[in-house]
Nanobody
Framework: QVQPVESGGGLVQAGGSLRLSCAAS????????MGWFRQVPGKERERVVV????????YYADSVKGRFTISRDSAKNTVYLQLNSLRPEDTAVYYC???????????WGQGTQVTVSS
């Protein structure tokens, strides 16, 4: 079973950057698809970006295109999400999810808080 663990969240001013990491135990990162999601209390969880096991990006939310970049380091079993030009509306708990396919992201991390101040 794959267990993703997120890290890298924090407090940053608008316009700043953060890099989130998702380390997956149990299997190598290239064995599975992965997605980053975010959620604000009281709102539905939002899909941010999804990458296939072969490294193809299958989805980017319009709200983050050109600002967020996903990358993968298979040697470290880690996937990264680079967040640039952050906005207050990017404030959320960011979750990493993994699975055999992009349609079966069944393994979730505990989340990491990203707070962007104006």
């Amino acid at each position: 079973q794959v267990q993703p663990v997120e890290s890298g969240g924090g407090l940053v001013q608008a316009g700043g950057s953060l890099r989130l990491s998702c380390a997956a135990s149990g299997r190598t990162s290239s064995d599975y698809a992965m997605g980053w999601f975010r959620q604000v209390p009281g709102k539905e969880r939002e899909r941010v970006v999804v990458i296939t096991r072969w490294g193809t990006i299958s989805y980017y939310a319009d709200s983050v295109k050109g600002r967020f970049t996903i990358s993968r380091d298979s040697a470290k079993n880690t996937v990264y999400l680079q967040l640039n030009s952050l906005r207050p509306e990017d404030t959320a708990v960011y979750y990493c999810a993994t699975g055999a396919t992009t349609g079966s992201l069944n393994y979730w991390g505990q989340g990491t808080q990203v707070t962007v101040s104006s």
